[in-house]
């Protein structure tokens, strides 16, 4: 992504909508991975991409390993509006550090 710079004009639009695709699709594939161990993460990531939580989710490690190579470019559904990103962890600075270094 770095070297391709999507944000940056000179970028050809057929290739930002590439590499686009690949983060986004490359995004909810760990976001899936995730699922299992920290739901709270996947769920975040759902609600950016504006998807609905479904049951095959929870078995999402199984149906990766199982689909072909192009499957991972069609992760996330086509036409979907995207939320306004929230952060997935808080920011940890001196202050929480040096109360978990009291309380630990």
Known sequence: MQDNQPW??????????VVLAVLCNSIRL????????MPGVSAIVYF???????AE??????????????????????????NRPVPIFKKFDDEAFEGFKKKF
């Open 8 to 17: 940056d004009k000179s970028c050809a639009a057929e290739r930002k909508i």
């Open 30 to 37: 760990v976001a899936g991975f995730l699922e299992p161990f």
């Open 48 to 54: 950016f991409f504006g998807m609905e939580r479904r």
């Open 57 to 82: 989710d929870e078995i999402f490690i199984k149906t990766a390993l199982e689909i072909e190579i192009e499957g991972y470019l069609n992760l996330i559904p086509e036409g979907l509006e995207m």
